[in-house]
């Protein structure tokens, strides 16, 4: 085995703990991975309301964390828990007046309020006297960490020159902010040209401060240094591209197994797909739709945002729903932007009898989904990497995409699902027209797609071993080999 390391795992989200999207699905399941290669991984996050509240098997740390910031010492208090079915440490972050509101995201402080969870995160591995090997941090809402330590901390007694990793997760959110915020981190330094006068672009800061940097697909990690995809840091991209790389996401395979999921109406595995039809029926049920059995039940799991492709998608389900390829049913479960949510609820209210809108977040609702359903669609506009079309396919639902970012790397046409080129209604719509002709024609056909993407690997165990590698190297560049 490779030298046991040390690795301080800094994220927003932290499933089952706090999660809107994938980011959350990463930060609950990799450090587990990384465990099981022999690793002390440390996960830390911030306390949120549902912390604060009392979360089982969540206790307080005695005293508190005392955080230099820049206008001064801060306080704050410390949770400690295990990721559930393991033995990996959690910390919360609690600071009352920061944290503990109804959201995760979505306030004018967010810039502040995860700048002052990253400087305390770094601080609790002085109070546990444990210095990290590597810090590895998540999106924009981490990267105060890395630049603090590329920075302020240089020549910190208990955290200088430590190695940093920058895992890009969404380009999309950059966390911009006044200069204001280097005051209150305590930090003094010039502006990258990507920033605008008087703003910090912490993105930006990850991605130029880092040791090295990886995105969460390799197709993401080329489309990011071009213009198109790289929402005005391709330049810095291009910059660094010696050391940006492309990693792909694993599933959580004690959470997402269609073996063993609680939340199913039935169990089943590749080799026992008849089963399915009862998470179809209670889907049904749940729905309040026709208990058809042979027609294709159509589904969406998603955030409701601009990247996921919604415009392209309302036109689409809209022919869908009209019988332009047969009888069909849809089901959307999503929460987000309000234009999205109030077009699905008039999709549905239109399609009364074959369509079903949840505009609700729930994961237990979103299992039975992905094991009630025939088809998956996600056509993304962009997609770092995407799990639901990897959860999809676990569970036997086939998925229909559009060829981009991990997209394109997880989906093969015609062996695991359908993909699709141009961002275009047209485009989604053969493509969907030519899955449903596949299920509606050819079961047995069908059934081999299905099987192929229930079978094949998107367990954590290849990727966990590149993030090790990327440890290592980072390791390598600031100690010399
Ligand atoms: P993103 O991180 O961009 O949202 P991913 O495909 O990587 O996209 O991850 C989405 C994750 O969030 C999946 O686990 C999916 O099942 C889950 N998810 C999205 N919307 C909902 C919802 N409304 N209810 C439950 N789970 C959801
Ligand atoms: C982001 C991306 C998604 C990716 C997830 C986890 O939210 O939108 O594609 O799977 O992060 O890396």
Known sequence: MANKLNILFLSAEVAPFAKTGGLGDVGGSLPKALHQLGHDV???????????????????????????????????????????????????IAEQHLFNRPEIYGYHDDPYRFAFFSRAALELTVALDWRPDIVHAHDWHTAPAITWLATAGKHHPHLHQMPTIFTIHNLAHQGRTSWDIFRYLGIVTHSLVEEGYGEVNFMARGIYHATLINTVSPTYAIEIMSPEGGAGLDGLLRYR?????????????????????????????????ENRIHNRRALQAR??????????????????????????????????????????????????AAVY???FAQLASYHRDKMTAFLDYNAGLSALIYAGSDIFIMPSRFEPCGLGQLIAMRYGSVPV????????????????????????????WHALQRAIYVFNTDKESW????????????????????????YEWAIARVRGW
């Not at 010696?242 to 999921?261: E, F, K, M, R, S």
């Not at 294709?296 to 998603?302: G, K």
């Open 287 to 336: 729905a309040n739709l026709p208990q058809q059995d042979g027609i294709p039940l159509v589904a969406m799991v998603s955030r409701l945002d601009w990247q996921k492709g919604l415009d392209i998608t309302g036109h689409v389900i809209h022919l869908l729903l009209n019988g332009f390829a047969g009888e069909a049913q849809f089901v959307l479960l999503g929460t987000g």
């Open 42 to 92: 440390r996960v830390v996050m911030p306390a949120y309301a549902n912390i604060e509240a009392g979360y089982p098997g969540v206790t307080p740390m005695p005293g508190h964390l005392t955080v230099p910031m820049g206008i001064g010492p801060l306080t704050a208090g410390v949770f400690q828990g295990q990721l559930p079915n393991s033995d990996v440490p959690i910390y919360f």
């Open 401 to 428: 995409v559009r060829a981009t970012g991990g997209l394109a790397d997880t989906v093969h046409d015609g062996v695991t699902g359908f993909t699709f080129y141009e961002y275009s209604a047209d485009a989604f």
């Open 241 to 273: 591209h010696y050391d940006l790389h492309g990693i792909l996401n694993g599933l959580d395979y004690d959470v997402w197994n269609p073996a063993t999921d609680t939340r199913l109406a039935s169990n089943y595995d590749a080799e026992h797909l």
């Open 341 to 343: 949510e109030e077009m």
């Open 447 to 470: 059934q081999i797609l299905q099987r192929n993407g229930m079978t094949a690997d998107f367990s954590w165990n290849r990727s966990a071993l590149s993030y090790q590698q990327l």
